[in-house]
């Protein structure tokens, strides 16, 4: 059911825990399955993700799809970061079963809160970022 990528990066997820002091900071959710999914961005003068770290309260394929996407992001630039889309990271583990497509839209949507957060912080506007909704059930339906 799931891939080998999928397996590996749920029984050996990278990037867990928190940074501190963090340049930016998104936490989301689904009420719809109740899993939640923080991650913690530290960013250069220079607007690059230098280290992502994340902390997932959710089922496998949400640690899975936390796990890669923070190796995705890190060495990006803030505006490349958008091109991790749930698709990006998706394909990046060799695919999720289509019940499960939902948790990678919740690493999609942590990482843009993230991004949103170090955006007001630095009072700054990352093209093509929209304001990340807390509860991503809503935005599936
Ligand atoms: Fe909710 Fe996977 S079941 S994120």
């Known amino acids: ?18 940074i501190e002091n963090p340049s930016g900071v998104g936490t989301v959710g689904n009420a719809k ?5 923080r991650i913690y961005l530290d960013i ?11 902390k997932t309260f959710g089922c496998g ?4 799809t936390s796990s890669m996407a923070t190796e995705l992001v890190k060495g990006k630039t803030v505006q490349e970061a958008l091109s991790v889309t749930n698709k990006a990271v998706m ?11 939902h948790c990678s839209l919740l690493a999609e949507e942590a990482i843009h809160a993230a991004l ?19 509860d991503i059930g809503q935005r599936e339906e």
């Open 1 to 18: 059911m799931y891939s080998e990528k999928v397996m590996d990066h749920f029984n050996n997820p990278r990037n867990v825990g928190e």
């Open 33 to 37: 399955c109740g899993d939640i999914m």
């Open 44 to 54: 250069d003068n220079q607007g690059v993700i230098q280290d992502a770290k994340f």
């Open 61 to 64: 394929a949400a640690v899975a």
């Open 91 to 101: 394909e990046a583990l060799d695919g999720l079963p289509p019940v499960k497509v």
């Open 116 to 134: 949103w957060d170090y955006a007001k912080k630095h009072h700054i506007g990352i093209a093509g970022l929209e304001e990340p909704v807390a």
